[in-house]
């Protein structure tokens, strides 16, 4: 057995969430099928290198998908869900404009454009801020249409079925009339952390979304590969980072563009995406740091 | 020496020139020199796509 192979099988059984995984070889696969006995397992440490292009399926098939959700879906004692004044803070509901779904603004960022300038804004996926309606400027509103906008789509790097991909992301600048509409703080964690963190397995992270607010939980795996269904057609990631809750569910339809962030120091550590009933996947904010062009800190 | 500073909002250059001490000599090239970055920035305003130099948080009422 591969150094490779014990670390894939120690990986398995620490994670009851998780029936099989194999590295991802097209040449000679290796599977593993874990026993599934239920019973939680403290995460262990692996080293990251040991994990690299880890597929990982799931118990029944589900699929991981894309965590947006229809705008039809509203619960009034969820503050993540509700209008925000001006500065708003991050981990709340959005939806842009023409859009039948809602997501989350995951974070106050801020970045430099191709003409130097620095803009500040709101950093959530290309799924929730975009889709197919790819248009610079379009109006990104808090909590819905019915109120006004409060950014405007500024970029995004959408993934593709036809390529592996690292990251699903847009931003949208939030200055509107003059003054920036975003708060530098995401609700029910505070102020970010000023340095982004690399996510290992075993890492304590939270992150506040939309639909499950502020939820606890840990990596159970970085470098992973995942196939991850968006509706009508099905991407490939590499290099992703995979979360479990502590005790309930880390992540909901809604959760889309949440940060997740390093539960210690509230560094940015994943951009939330998409995730089963058993796992919640997140880009490495490294990826989204380089492609975005993102400036850390906030302010 | 002389030195010329012209600065908006989306428009910041600091021109020195040597040895001349006149203001006109100063001033002329520098306007000159700022002159396509400030109509590039006049037209990003004007048409709504303006930089933001500034992070500047509003306090607008928006939820009642």
């Not at chain 1, 610079?136 to 006004?148: E, L, V």
């Not at chain 1, 996510?199 to 990596?219: D, E, F, M, Q």
Request: with cysteine; proline share 8%.
């Amino acid at each position: 057995m591969s150094p490779d192979d014990r670390a894939l099988t120690r990986f398995v059984h620490a994670n009851p969430h998780i029936i099989a995984a194999w590295y991802d070889d097209p040449i000679l696969p290796t599977k593993i099928i874990a026993v599934d006995d239920g019973s939680p397992t403290p995460p262990i440490t692996i080293p990251a290198h040991e994990l690299r292009s880890l597929a990982i399926e799931h118990r029944n098939g589900s699929p991981i998908r894309i965590l947006r959700t229809p705008a039809t879906h509203y619960d009034p004692r969820n503050t993540n869900q509700a209008c925000q004044n001006e500065p708003i803070s991050a981990g709340t509901q959005i939806q842009p404009h023409g859009a039948n779904w809602l997501g989350t603004a995951g974070a106050p960022v801020s970045w430099i454009d191709s003409q130097n300038a620095r803009h500040w804004g709101i950093l959530s996926n290309w799924h929730v801020l975009a889709d197919q309606d790819e248009r610079i400027g379009r109006a990104i509103h808090q909590p819905d249409t019915a109120r006004p906008e409060f950014a405007r789509l500024s970029a995004w790097s959408a993934p593709l079925p036809t390529r592996i991909n690292r990251i699903d992301a847009a931003i949208a600048d939030a200055r509107i009339d003059g003054f920036h509409t975003i708060a530098n703080r995401i609700l029910s964690l505070g102020i970010l952390g000023t340095t982004p963190l690399t996510a290992t397995v075993g890492l304590a992270v939270s992150k506040s979304g939309r639909t499950t607010a502020l939820t606890h939980g840990y990596c159970i795996g970085v470098g992973a590969s995942v196939q991850v269904s968006y509706g009508d057609f099905t991407v490939t990631f590499e290099d992703q980072d995979v979360y479990a809750g502590d005790n309930n569910d880390f992540s909901a339809p809604g959760d889309s563009g949440s940060l997740i962030v390093g539960r210690s120091c509230l560094c940015p550590t994943s951009l939330l995406f998409a995730g089963s009933d058993e796992l919640t996947v997140g880009n490495p904010i490294r990826h989204v740091t380089t492609a975005m062009n993102l400036l850390w800190p906030f302010n | 020496m002389c030195r010329c500073q012209i600065t908006s909002p989306a428009v910041n250059l600091d021109i020195e020139i040597k040895p001349s001490a006149d203001f006109m000599t100063c001033m002329i090239p520098a306007l000159l020199a700022a002159l396509p970055a400030f109509i590039t920035a006049l037209m990003q305003c004007m048409s709504g796509g303006g930089t933001s130099g500034v992070y500047n948080p509003g306090d607008r009422k928006r939820c009642t």
